[in-house]
């Protein structure tokens, strides 16, 4: 059974950099075929596709968030992070990682996922 678990900073200050850790349980990032993503839910609205870190290490992005996403891995916590700058009050959102196959947005593991406050 994977398991995926979010980890990082409720509350970010506007312009601030955010920072959330996936730490994975139960399966490798490595491992071929599968895609290790990031998503989203603002209050009200629907889930957002962030990006995505590939088992080969490739990188993709939701095309309006990549001039501010960054999605790194240490292989060898088997953990992969997101990174998101110049955060604005927009980006209140619930934050989760989760695990596709085959394709970065064919989700079938998700986190509880984590709630990000972003206010001064």
């Known amino acids: 059974q994977v398991q995926l678990q979010e980890s990082g900073p409720g509350l970010v200050k506007p312009s601030q950099t955010l920072s959330l850790t996936c730490t994975v349980s139960g399966g490798s990032i490595t491992t071929s075929g599968y895609y290790w993503s990031w998503i989203r839910q603002p209050p009200g609205k629907g889930l957002e596709w962030m990006g995505a870190?590939?088992?080969?290490?490739?990188?993709y992005y939701k095309t309006s968030l990549k001039s501010r996403t960054s999605i790194s891995r240490d292989t060898s916590k088997n953990q992969f992070t997101l990174q998101l700058s110049s955060m604005t009050p927009e980006d209140t959102a619930v934050y989760y990682c989760?695990?596709?196959?085959?394709?970065?947005?064919?989700?079938?593991?998700r986190g509880q996922g984590t709630q990000v406050t972003v206010s001064s």
């Open positions: 870190i590939a088992f080969s290490g490739s990188t």
């Open positions: 989760v695990r596709g196959l085959g394709t970065p947005t064919n989700y079938d593991y």
